[in-house]
């Protein structure tokens, strides 16, 4: 089952919990392992089944939660990694083989969160891995372990 832990890092005290992000009946998902980021004051989590949930940081307080099972094509065995937030963007590897942004506006309908995927072995017909990306000056890099066509 799980949960999220909200740990204070001055002396690693939990102060708060919260459930993790549901999982959906999908074909990709078993339970809801989840990877966390956190922006300025809010903890946005992905879990294997698609679905986010975001948490206010310090009070673990859902303020929204979303899910893009299809869209997204997680799988138990390779879930979202690494996920970081840019301007109010949650950026993250799906599956190992592509990268996915959500808009965390929270004037945004769940409906239009998903702003854009690129699947990088799909797009390029190769087969390798993505790995975590990182951010720098509104520019988001990952490395990829293949040969792009």
């Known amino acids: 089952e799980g949960v999220l832990l909200g740990i204070r890092p001055s002396d690693a005290k939990i102060v708060w919990t919260a459930p993790p992000p549901p999982n959906p009946s999908n074909g990709y998902s078993a339970n809801a392992a989840a990877a966390a980021s956190g922006g300025t004051s809010i903890v946005y989590t992905i879990g294997t089944a698609g679905c986010i949930v975001a948490n206010y940081g310090a009070t673990g307080k859902e303020l929204w939660q979303a899910?893009?099972?299809?869209?997204?094509?997680?799988?138990?065995?390779?879930?979202?990694?690494?996920?970081?937030?840019?301007?109010?963007?949650?950026?993250?590897?799906?599956?190992?083989?592509?990268?996915?942004?959500?808009?965390?506006?929270?004037?945004?309908?769940?409906?239009?969160?998903?702003?854009?995927?690129?699947?990088?072995?799909?797009?390029?017909?190769?087969?390798?891995?993505?790995?975590?990306?990182?951010?720098?000056?509104?520019?988001?890099?990952?490395?990829?372990?293949?040969?792009?066509?």
């Open 67 to 149: 899910c893009f099972p299809n869209a997204l094509h997680f799988a138990y065995e390779d879930p979202a990694t690494s996920p970081l937030v840019v301007n109010e963007t949650f950026i993250a590897v799906n599956g190992g083989d592509g990268i996915v942004a959500f808009d965390t506006s929270l004037t945004t309908p769940n409906a239009n969160r998903l702003r854009w995927t690129q699947d990088i072995e799909q797009n390029n017909n190769i087969e390798g891995s993505t790995y975590p990306p990182q951010a720098s000056n509104g520019v988001v890099a990952t490395y990829f372990m293949g040969t792009l066509a």
